[in-house]
């Protein structure tokens, strides 16, 4: 288990990183502020902190709430429905996004690890 001075300089290096991410706008300030009250504390304590987004399982994939959307007509997720092959069409783009961005993220992790390797 890493001692508190490793986590200290852990935390210290995050937040430099995502001052520097507010500060150029690839964040915008509430992003900014949701991800860093995300951060343990200096003491290495979890933060008690949790985004409302994901309490209950909210924004992540449920396959039964797709099933039951796809019953009813009025729901794009219904192959009967007009705008069914667009509804398909984001979804495919949605899980595309997310494979590729793992895949980047692995890569890059593997990457860096391996470079780390050779210190």
Known sequence: MPDSAQINRSIGTIKTELEFLGSSGALSPPQLQSI???????????????????????NHFNPAWVAQQAQDPNNPAHPQHPKHHEWAKDLAHKF????????????????????MRKF
């Not at 860093?36 to 909210?58: C, H, K, M």
């Open 36 to 58: 860093q009250a995300q951060l343990p504390q200096q003491s290495g304590q979890q933060s008690q902190y949790t985004d409302a987004r994901f309490v209950n399982g909210g």
């Open 96 to 115: 595309g996004n997310a494979a590729v961005y793992g895949a980047g993220a692995t890569f890059g992790s593997d990457l860096i690890n391996d470079a």
